[in-house]
């Protein structure tokens, strides 16, 4: 089963929904104030970007409201642990940043993992545009080592991201930063990502896309070093990236996200970091942002 296409608004669409006049629509695309992308003349508003963005106009009530013990946004094996372990009683729900994002956004959950690719860095030019006027905490969780996945000893031989094309290509879900990081590297490499194919059916992890290696269903995956040795894979870097933890303030201060706070600063968490490869934490839980300070 195919993942649903990402579905767009028009003009006259978003003009109904957010009750205002189209001409109105026309003035914020220009000046950048709403997610849109320009085709053939024409503009078009992916809908999942709109309502995050609506989302993160919500003043005082999002807030004040009571927020569930649960953490959402990017997959990363090391946290998945560290929540379980930790008994701080959070759940999680991993579909990616950007699906993390908009359930932030709209008040469904605490916290939210980011790794988002930004031409000058990761992560907080998103942060400050989508909630960067709310009462959150953007902070560090560990560096990640990331590049292609392969079968152990490269049979295939893959050096980069130009070895691409004519290969099983494992991919993540649209709502992941991996995805958009994908699409970012091979256009970088002057290649159109759409020529790169693979596998129907998108992984939801980090694990699952390496398993799609694994068990032969790509020759190549786009992922993390840690998850390739722990599966005994093959693995060519190609860059670090930032993975890091937004927060609304007050639920930083709540027991859920101390307990964690403290199981990532205790022996047992360093030593599983010791115990991993492509993870870099010595800047752990250091703030990269304040909103409405």
């Known amino acids: 089963m195919s993942e649903p296409p990402e579905k767009y608004l028009t003009t006259k669409e978003l003009a109904e929904l957010l009750r205002i006049r189209e001409r109105k629509i026309y003035d914020l695309a220009a000046n950048g104030d709403v997610p849109c992308i320009r085709v053939v003349g024409k503009l078009l508003f992916p ?93 560090s969780f560990a560096t990640r080592k990331r590049g292609l996945i392969v079968a152990k000893g490269n049979p295939k031989s893959f050096h980069g991201m130009g070895d691409l094309i004519g290969s099983r290509f494992g991919r993540r879900q649209k709502s992941a930063a991996s995805h958009r990081l994908f699409e970012a590297l091979a256009e970088a490499e002057g290649i159109d990502p759409t020529l790169i194919t693979g596998p129907e059916m998108a992984a939801r992890t980090e694990d699952d896309v390496a398993l799609m290696v694994l068990e032969n269903q790509a020759d190549v995956a786009l992922g993390l070093e840690a998850v390739a040795a722990r599966l005994g894979l093959g693995f060519i870097p190609l860059l670090d990236e930032r993975f890091d933890l937004l927060v609304w303030r007050r639920d930083y201060f709540e027991p859920p996200f101390q307990k964690l706070l403290t199981f990532l600063n205790s022996e047992a968490f360093g030593a599983k970091v010791d115990s991993l490869t492509g993870y870099d934490t010595r800047d752990l839980a250091t703030p990269r942002f304040n909103g409405l300070r």
């Not at 309502?51 to 953490?71: D, F, H, K, T």
């Not at 642990?81 to 729900?93: D, K, T, V």
């Not at 000058?120 to 989508?130: A, E, I, S």
Request: charged share 20%; net charge negative; hydrophobic share 45%.
């Open 47 to 139: 809908e999942n970007e709109v309502l995050a963005w609506m989302a993160a106009s919500r003043s005082g009530p999002v807030a004040a409201a009571r927020i569930p013990n649960v953490i959402a946004g990017s997959h990363d094996p090391l946290l998945e642990w560290a929540l379980r372990e930790s008994g701080c009683g959070i759940a999680a729900i991993f579909d990616g940043s950007f699906d993390g994002l908009q359930r932030f956004s709209a008040g469904e959950v605490l916290a939210c993992g980011l790794h988002v690719y930004e031409r000058d860095g990761w992560n907080l030019n998103t942060v400050k545009t989508m909630v960067g006027d709310q009462p959150v905490v953007l902070i």
